[in-house]
């Protein structure tokens, strides 16, 4: 597959390995966060641990959608889609998140309540078509890389005339999780969190470009290399950092230049605006409150809003208290930090979020990595 | 199924303004082309949840892979 | 009298397989069924016992280790490229047999059938199962028909039974994996759970990917005259090859190495799974088998599975490991070590 395997070659892996291993300062630790579901699965799945020197670290951030989801929102989903007369389309990773009862939306769907996996928004849109006595809401969630699809279907369904088919939007912005972990606590004062460096995601930046980066790479003197999704450009972007490091540059460099452009798409980002505008606050899964992160339907198209046409009361759930997905997303734990990981909490029987997507920190570490954590006294991630 | 995932594929045929069929590796899939402008046959996009997000440079691409391989001659040189 | 007049003696109506579903009546033991079992079943499958109309089959009995093995199909779709549920269904428990090192001997079929499924889907499904059964010699020698309520099915359910012996000396059995030993599988992955995968509505790609849906008792015969001492066979079936693999680990108490770069996958099947976020070892497989050998014999096991027709692509593609811990690990394409771990949740609905 043209510019997939390409960039998969081990032999070239080895050479950029080999680069790293030489430019490491070997006198010390390097800790670079990603916060792209595409890298934290690039990482697991090709084991690029393995090629890293133990002194340069990899932290997940807070990078899947579905794992930054308040559980309060998932209850949300649910009772919508019990409700008689809505059919509720969702993505596939949403339909095994846990509430704090045990309910999810497949256990829901046995029940009986009518909930439809899509692969595409467009996919709700033929949904409410073919369903025109049934309400149809589209269980919207996902960073800048997916807003756009749904900013799409609600052009659609405009253009269609569909009275029957709402969004019940949940996107979030990137931008806005970098900023909160940057400014937190634990990394600023306390140190808890060492950070010397961000690979950024690879899809968020094909849609709002690189420019957006600037500000942290200024603000906070920290590098930023947008590395694309396969396992070669992450290395490649890896070594970007190391590199600014040792010379003590804070800038934000591209790596993924044949698909992130510094303005990024802006029709896409046009059409984002003409639908949706900043709520004033929104909770995140374990970063709590987070100030303009999120985005709401504007009121001229209040009539595909589903908060606009349904009861949605604002829930806010407490994680299960053993459950550390929020500390795990601010990238202050390891999975295997937690008490429960692969004990209690499994991909089979998933506590949290962080294990049900399958890009959660301790799915991917679940699945991928943690014979690591047995057959090595320290663990190369982190 | 995975969220953040997006693949480039190849541009076979063009349905209308809107929609095109894309060739991954022989798989052929219909995507909507409402995210993206001036898109021509033989073009690569990035796709994710059925939409082409951005054409792919191929001149950057090669770039890109060309500068992994300096490196390593790169490498070879230092030793 | 005019010709109109004139009815020919014995006449029956014969069941319209054309334009006619099953009916409650079709399974209510009654004439409606004796017909249906007659014109349709006996027809198709027509052998020496179903033709003595007994509720069971009577043969001589074997001397030495017989196995059995059952398996309950209720695949969606029922018809799809490369083969449908009653072709599946034969060659499934046929496979199940000969992962025993077994001849398989002669197979039972029941049937749950839904009111309102339509007579010609039921005879293209029977044709099926009678030219898969005749093309591996395998005879359906007795079986059962149910019919439930609309609502109540999805078409059809169709369970096989079958019967076999096994050589002797022939030791296969999953606990038998030895660390040394080498890994084969018999051909490319994936191509069963894909096939099937792009006839779901929503995701609805265009593949020319077909099931790989056989019968693998022949190939085991030549595998064994080639290996006598083969430790393991499996089918990797529901789960794919990563699942089954990761039964056999637990069973032999053994650690796995595999190569990703030596397993044999269709460049389609690959772009599939790279669009829909898959892994090609979790995936499906009708017509292929993992065997598990010692190290001395693998090159002639590999050569006699290269040299038949259903082994063209089979490699070795790992080793059996000392591990506690049961690790099934992959050395990556890229270089990195990862696991593959047993499947979790659920993949796909219903596809074998």
Redesign the interface.
């Known amino acids: 597959m043209k510019y997939i395997d390409e960039f998969r070659t081990g032999t070239l892996a080895q050479k950029i390995a080999t680069k790293i291993a030489s430019e490491a300062n070997t006198q010390r630790d390097y800790h670079f966060m990603e916060f792209c579901g595409g890298h934290t699965h690039a990482i697991s799945r090709f084991g690029i641990s393995d090629l890293l020197p133990d002194n340069v670290h990899l932290i997940h951030g807070p990078g899947c959608p579905v794992c930054v989801l308040p559980i309060g929102r998932v209850e949300n989903a649910i009772r919508l889609a019990q409700t008689p007369g809505i059919i509720l389309c969702s993505y596939g990773d949403m339909l095994r998140i846990p509430t704090a009862t045990g309910m999810s939306l497949l256990k829901a769907k046995a029940q009986g309540a009518d909930i439809r996996m899509v692969y595409s928004s467009a996919d709700a849109i033929k949904i409410a078509q073919n369903n025109p006595q049934h309400q149809v809401v589209f269980f919207a969630i996902g960073f800048e890389t997916t807003t756009p699809p749904t900013a799409v279907a609600i052009k659609q369904a405009q253009a269609l005339g569909l009275n029957n088919f709402t969004v019940f939007c949940n996107h979030v912005l990137t931008p806005s999780a970098i900023s909160h972990i940057l400014q937190s606590a634990e990394v600023r004062q306390l140190g808890i969190v060492p950070l010397d460096g961000f690979i950024g995601p690879a899809h968020v930046s094909v849609v709002i470009g690189s420019q957006p980066y600037e500000y942290f790479a200024e603000e906070f003197q920290k590098p930023v290399v947008i590395a694309g999704f396969e396992p070669l450009d992450v290395m490649q972007a890896i070594l970007m950092l190391i590199r600014q490091i040792n010379t003590g540059r804070a800038e934000v460099e591209n790596e993924f230049t044949r698909a992130v452009l510094p303005k990024g798409n802006l029709k896409a980002q046009r059409l984002v605006a003409e639908i949706f505008e900043l709520r004033r606050i929104f909770e995140w899964r374990g970063l709590g409150l987070v100030p303009y992160s999120a985005l709401k339907i504007k009121s001229c198209y209040a009539g595909f809003d589903a908060e606009q046409r349904f009861q949605i009361p604002a829930l806010s759930i407490a994680d299960n208290k053993a459950c550390e997905c929020g500390a795990i997303l601010r990238g202050v734990k390891r999975p295997q930090d937690c008490k429960i990981f692969g004990t209690v909490c499994t991909p089979e029987n998933p506590i949290g979020s962080c294990m049900v997507s399958s890009e959660g920190a301790c799915a991917a570490h679940y699945s991928y990595g943690r014979f690591r954590d047995t057959n090595h006294a320290t663990s190369k991630e982190n | 199924?995975?969220?953040?995932?997006?693949?480039?594929a190849?541009v076979e045929q063009l349905i209308n303004e809107n929609y095109a069929v894309v060739n991954?590796?022989?798989?052929?899939?219909?995507i909507?082309l409402?995210?993206?402008?001036d898109v021509v046959l033989g073009d690569?996009v990035?796709?994710?949840?059925?939409?082409a997000?951005?054409k792919?440079?191929?001149i950057?691409?090669e770039?890109?892979?060309a500068?992994?391989?300096e490196?390593?001659t790169l490498?070879q040189e230092?030793i | 009298m005019s010709r109109r007049g004139i009815i020919k003696p014995g006449y029956t109506r014969s069941i319209d397989l054309k334009n006619g579903c099953i009916e409650m009546v079709h399974g209510s033991g009654g004439r409606a069924m004796a017909q249906l079992i007659h014109q349709l079943f006996l027809t198709a499958f027509n052998n020496e016992y179903l033709r003595k109309m007994n509720d069971q089959a009577c043969f001589q009995s074997f001397n030495g280790r017989m196995v059995m093995s059952t398996d309950s199909h209720v695949i969606t779709p029922l018809f799809f490229p490369g083969g449908d549920i009653g072709s599946l269904s034969v060659h499934g428990t046929i496979n199940d047999i000969a992962m025993s090192g077994a001849k398989p001997s002669y197979l039972a079929a029941s049937f749950i059938l839904e009111e309102g499924f339509p007579l010609s889907d039921l005879k293209r499904i029977v044709d099926s199962m009678a030219n898969a059964a005749h093309a591996a010699q395998v005879p359906i020698v007795t079986g059962d028909t149910k019919v439930v309520e609309k609502g109540s099915g999805d078409g059809v359910f169709i369970t096989t039974t079958g019967i076999g012996m096994v050589p002797e000396g022939i030791n296969i059995s999953s606990e038998n994996a030895r660390p040394g030993d080498k890994i084969l599988v018999s051909g490319t992955l994936g191509d069963h759970g894909i096939a099937i995968m792009a006839l779901r509505e929503n995701l609805s790609f265009h593949t020319s990917i077909t099931s790989d849906t056989t019968a693998l008792h022949d190939l085991v015969a030549h595998m064994i005259t080639a290996a006598p001492d083969i430790h393991v066979l499996r089918d990797p079936t529901r789960g794919g090859v990563a699942t089954a693999l990761n039964e056999i680990a637990l069973q032999s108490s053994v650690g796995m190495m595999l190569y990703e770069n030596k397993l044999p996958i269709r460049e389609q099947v690959h772009a599939a799974c790279e669009f829909l976020g898959l892994d090609p070892l979790y995936i499906a497989n009708e017509g292929k088998l993992i065997a598990i050998c010692t190290a001395e014999d693998s090159t002639n096991l590999l050569n006699a599975m290269r040299a038949h027709p259903l082994g063209e692509n089979a490699a070795i593609i790992g080793e059996i490991l000392e591990d506690t811990h049961c690790f099934v690990q992959m050395q990556t394409r890229f270089g990195g070590k990862r696991v593959v771990d047993w499947l979790s949740g659920e993949q796909l609905p219903r596809i074998c």
């Open positions: 199924m995975l969220m953040c995932l997006a693949i480039p190849c991954l590796g022989g798989i052929r899939k219909e909507s409402a995210l993206v402008e690569y990035i796709v994710h949840v059925g939409f997000l951005q792919l440079d191929q950057e691409a770039r890109t892979l500068m992994f391989a490196i390593s490498n230092d």
